[in-house]
């Protein structure tokens, strides 16, 4: 079972509307696309940031499989309220040819019952035993999984191969002393834009799921190549990335809260992506200070990076 699809930076798509609030799948498949080809190594679909709890099934279904045809490696989030529906959507990620699974816990019913998550994690990997998958660790899941359940699960289940930490830098870090350090064939992903350098230069990370990749791809793989650098003993690549970290702080940040979703739409307008504009919810928007504050600091970081990038001794080589 290979984890060579979790390794490098993967955007977490979002699903574009079109006018009546229906899914844009036209739309999903071509920013895949075009993410693809500026570097990224898959997508993830349907995370948090693909709006995974405002579609039905069958178009979580359809988004995946109109990816896996136009030839995207999608990586597919199991997202549900109930195991049916999770084995449901690993079931179809097998059968469309998706490249692996992000196994989410079971939320809102049970979702602090260790007995329930190891049984809802067992469906799911046993519905797709031949999909290389990953736990999606995140305590806005409202649990956490730990060393001793996670390697429970791998001892029945080979295809379980990875962990996503969302969680911050202090439980990253328990995840590479107690999951992977434990294990050498179980790989480590970044699963928070704002813990890239912690998770690949002190956390051992060989992958990253990314929000704001998606707004700035080309910016997002060179800070990650960077990191990668620095990881390897590289010093000049370190502060390189220490300092690209910095700019992106803020921006990296939305990834954490509630309104990420909105957030991320909101930038990929300001980037020319009208497809973004609409929410599956009408209600739901950003606020206009939020508006107003999100493009003051897209803007500050696209100046600043235009001018730190030509100064001497950048690192503009590096690939992921």
């Known amino acids: 079972m290979t984890s060579e699809i979790f390794k490098g930076v993967i955007p977490a798509l979002m699903t574009p509307c ?53 030839g995207v490696p999608v990586i597919v989030g199991t997202g549900a309220v109930n195991t049916a ?11 469309v040819g998706a490249a692996g699974l992000m196994v989410i816990p079971r939320v809102l019913s049970r979702g602090s019952s260790v007995a329930a998550q190891r049984n809802h994690f067992k469906a799911i990997l046993a519905a797709a035993p031949k999909l290389p998958a990953v736990i999606y660790n995140s305590p806005y899941y409202g649990f956490e999984t730990r060393a001793d359940l996670f390697f429970e699960l791998r001892s029945a289940h080979p295809n379980l191969i990875g962990f996503k930490e969302f ?36 956390c051992g ?16 793989l060179h800070f990650a190549a960077l990191t990668k650098a620095a990881a390897a003993g590289d010093v000049e690549g370190g ?8 700019a992106l702080e803020v921006l990296s940040t939305y990834d954490e809260g509630a309104d990420l979703v909105l957030y991320y739409k909101y930038l990929m307008v300001l980037e020319g992506n009208s497809e973004y504009e609409l929410h599956f919810d009408p209600t739901d928007a950003l606020s ?4 107003v504050h ?27």
Not at 174 to 188: K, P, Q, R, S
Not at 239 to 246: P, W
Not at 288 to 291: A, D, E, G, K
């Open 167 to 202: 969680g911050g830098a202090s439980a990253m870090s328990y995840a590479a002393e107690h999951i992977t350090g434990h294990d050498e064939n179980v790989i480590l992903m970044v699963g928070v834009d704002t813990c890239v350098f912690h998770g690949y230069v002190k």
């Open 294 to 320: 999100a493009k003051q600091q897209l803007d500050q970081f696209k100046t600043w990076y235009a001018v730190w990038n030509r100064l001497p001794g950048a690192i503009q080589t590096y690939r992921v």
């Open 205 to 220: 990370a060989v992958g990253a799921i990314t929000g704001i990749g998606n707004v700035l791809p080309k910016e997002v």
């Open 85 to 95: 529906s999770a084995v449901a959507l690993a079931s179809h990620a097998a059968e």
């Open 18 to 70: 079109k006018a009546d609030r229906t899914p844009d799948f036209d739309a999903l498949v071509r920013k895949g696309k075009e993410l693809m080809a500026t570097g990224m190594t898959a997508v993830v679909y349907c995370g948090s940031m693909g709006d995974w709890p405002l579609l039905s099934d069958a178009q979580r279904m359809e988004g995946v499989e109109r990816l896996t045809k136009a």
């Open 239 to 246: 502060i390189r990335a220490q300092e690209l970290s910095e």
């Open 288 to 291: 206009p200070s939020q508006r």
